[in-house]
Nanobody, 125 residues
């Protein structure tokens, strides 16, 4: 069983930067593909970014390409999401997810094994 705990969210202004972290416990962290998702008020949860187990492959939603960077530190069991040039539309609860067999994506969202509890990011204009 893997537990995921996100942190790093908060209040930012448009153009600011934030870095989210997701610390995992239990399981073998390096075996899992990882991803970030977000859910804005009144909207469905959406895919943000994903990374495979050895960081060779990363994937991004079009809405965050060039502004967000996903990375991981397998030695520290930690997933990161560096966010720059934040926009008000980035306001959402951000969740990390892990799966041993599937790289997180919009299509795979319902099948992912583990989810964190989320961290709130609020961007004001």
């Amino acid at each position: 069983q893997v537990q995921l705990v996100e942190s790093g969210g908060g209040l930012a202004q448009a153009g600011d930067s934030l870095r989210l972290s997701c610390v995992a416990s239990g399981g073998t962290f390096s075996s899992y593909a990882l991803g970030w998702f977000r859910q804005a008020p009144g909207k469905e949860r959406e895919f943000v970014a994903a990374i495979n187990w050895d960081s060779r492959h990363t994937f991004y939603a079009d809405s965050v390409k060039g502004r967000f960077t996903i990375s991981r530190d397998n030695a520290k069991n930690t997933l990161f999401l560096q966010m720059i040039s934040l926009k008000p539309e980035d306001t959402a609860v951000y969740y990390c997810a892990a799966d041993i067999g599937v790289v997180p994506s919009a299509r795979a969202m319902a099948r992912l094994d583990y989810w964190g509890q989320g961290t709130q990011v609020t961007v004001s204009s």
